[in-house]
Structures are given as C-alpha cells and as structure tokens.
C-alpha cells in the first residue's frame, strides 16, 4: 500500500501559479502510476493529469493542456502539480493518486477507476 499527503494549495489571483505536491509512503512510489484529478463543489471529480511509473509519458486534461505540467521525482517519493495562468474555473480540491494496476513503466490514464490510492486533496481557490 501506499499513503498520499498533498500540499501547496492555497489563494491565488487570475492568472497566478501554484505547485501542488503529493507526498507518498508506504510501498516504493516508483511501483505507481500517478495521477491528479479535482472536483470542485457540486461537480464530479475530473481528471486533470497523468504521468507514467518512470515519467516518460504525461497526458493532461484538454482544459489544463498547455497551463499545467506533472512531474515526479521517484527518489523524494514526491511528485508535483505545476499549475501556471490560473483561471477562476481552476477553483477546486486537488487530489492526487496511484495506480497499482498499470502494468507497463509507460502506462497512464485518464480513469478514476484504475487509481486505487487516493490522497485526502488540497484546495486551489483562483480569485479574480
């Protein structure tokens, strides 16, 4: 198993950044894909980005493509959500989460079903 704490959420004005982290413990974090999806009061959770075990390959949300960049380094057990030109529909809880059942290194989705550790999230609130 493994255990997921975000961090780094807060205020920020339109257009601002922000960098959310996801601290993991537990089992190796390099045996997971991980993701990062958010929902925002009354909304279903969304996905907003996703990196591979060994982080070669990233695929992003239409909505955040281009603004954010997932990353992750394997030896601080950490990986991180880099958010840039925050818009007011950004406002949301921030989750991140792991994926035990990808198999290949290169692996990634966009599904909240192919996640099964998910991390307590952290909320970005964009201000105008």
């Known amino acids: 198993q493994v255990q997921l704490v975000e961090s780094g959420g807060g205020l920020v004005q339109v257009g601002g950044s922000l960098r959310v982290s996801c601290a993991a413990s537990?089992?190796?974090?390099?045996?997971?894909?991980m993701g990062w999806f958010r929902q925002a009061p009354g909304k279903e959770r969304e996905f907003v980005a996703a990196i591979s075990r060994n982080g070669a390959r990233t695929i992003y949300a239409d909505s955040v493509k281009g603004r954010f960049t997932i990353s992750r380094d394997n030896a601080k057990n950490t990986g991180y959500l880099q958010m840039n030109s925050l818009k007011p529909e950004d406002t949301a809880v921030y989750h991140c989460?792991?994926?035990?059942?990808?198999?290949?290194?290169?692996?990634?989705?966009?599904?909240?079903?192919?996640?099964?550790?998910w991390g307590q999230g952290t909320q970005v609130t964009v201000f105008s």
């Open positions: 989460a792991a994926s035990s059942t990808l198999s290949s290194g290169y692996d990634v989705s966009a599904s909240t079903s192919r996640y099964d550790y």
């Open positions: 537990g089992r190796t974090f390099s045996t997971y894909t």
